[in-house]
């Protein structure tokens, strides 16, 4: 880093957070073409995988997204039969997303894709949880709004 020109691409960690999301998006991508996903609805599989039925609220709360952005994927995995959308019965605002036989199926197929991931990632499991935990951390300690 060039501590004496802070305005350059290469000086930018919103740049560098970017680039490797993007990269990593580029490298999911082949592999979830394979089983039919883009990025964003592995990830909405990913969350139901480890708890279904969440309400649409919980599942965006836990991807980092506004309810609003996740409707045409859920639409989109509702139509390919992955999941199913269903009205909570003691509160019909509340929508609830369960999967289907074929949305649970499908976890066997994506478990090789992340082993696969892993493997071509080139660094060992100690450095990758590390560096999950430190973006962890950092993503944490960011700020909902900035005043300046």
């Given at each position: 880093?060039?501590?004496?020109?802070?305005?350059?691409?290469?000086?930018q960690?919103?740049?560098?957070?970017?680039?490797?999301s993007?990269?990593?998006?580029?490298?999911?991508?082949?592999l979830?073409?394979?089983?039919?996903?883009t990025?964003t609805?592995?990830?909405?599989?990913?969350?139901?995988?480890?708890?279904?039925?969440?309400?649409?609220?919980t599942?965006a709360?836990?991807l980092?997204?506004?309810?609003g952005?996740?409707?045409p994927?859920i639409?989109?995995?509702?139509?390919?039969?992955?999941l199913?959308?269903?009205?909570?019965?003691?509160?019909?605002?509340?929508?609830?997303?369960?999967?289907?036989?074929k949305g649970?199926?499908?976890?066997?197929?994506?478990?090789?894709i992340?082993q696969?991931?892993?493997?071509?990632?080139g660094?060992d499991?100690?450095?990758?949880?590390?560096l999950?935990?430190?973006?962890?951390?950092?993503?944490?300690?960011?700020?909902?709004?900035?005043?300046?």
């Amino acid at each position: 880093m060039k501590n004496d020109k802070p305005m350059l691409l290469e000086n930018q960690l919103c740049f560098a957070v970017y680039s490797t999301s993007l990269a990593m998006t580029q490298l999911y991508k082949p592999l979830l073409d394979s089983i039919g996903l883009t990025y964003t609805q592995y990830l909405v599989m990913l969350v139901l995988w480890e708890q279904d039925g969440l309400s649409l609220k919980t599942l965006a709360s836990k991807l980092g997204q506004q309810s609003g952005a996740l409707t045409p994927v859920i639409k989109r995995l509702e139509t390919d039969d992955l999941l199913k959308r269903i009205r909570e019965p003691l509160d019909e605002r509340t929508l609830c997303m369960q999967l289907t036989e074929k949305g649970h199926q499908l976890q066997r197929k994506a478990e090789q894709i992340h082993q696969c991931i892993l493997e071509q990632c080139g660094i060992d499991m100690s450095e990758l949880s590390a560096l999950k935990q430190q973006l962890d951390q950092f993503r944490l300690k960011l700020p909902t709004h900035i005043e300046c």
